[in-house]
Nanobody, 116 residues
């Protein structure tokens, strides 16, 4: 059974940091490109970070570049999203995603709220 289980998000003050993790099972994690998406209330889902299967290449949109870092540990079947200098506009449900050719898997999502 394929599973992607994100860690609990939470409430963070503006300027704070939070690290999300996503543990995969039921598929060959090391072969998949991993991504983090987010969806704010009333908005479309937005891609925030991509990492290749080996972890050598990462990519970010301008909205989070320099603040977010995606990484992975293939030995632990886990992908991480380190979020620094958080802003209220980063408030959203964050989802991890695994993709390989026509196979695509999603986590259940975890709420991150940035507010004072």
């Amino acid at each position: 059974q394929v599973r992607l289980v994100e860690s609990r998000g939470g409430l963070v003050q503006p300027g704070g940091s939070l690290r999300l993790s996503c543990v995969a099972s039921g598929f060959t994690f090391s072969s998949y490109v991993m991504r983090w998406y987010r969806q704010a209330y009333g908005k479309e889902r937005e891609l925030v970070a991509t990492i290749t299967s080996t972890g050598r290449t990462t990519n970010y949109p301008d909205s989070v570049k320099g603040r977010f870092t995606i990484s992975r540990d293939n030995a632990k079947n886990t992908v991480y999203l380190q979020m620094n200098s958080l802003k209220p506009e980063d408030t959203a449900v964050y989802y991890c995603n695994a993709e390989l050719y026509d196979k695509r898997y999603w986590g259940q999502g975890t709420q991150v709220t940035v507010s004072s």
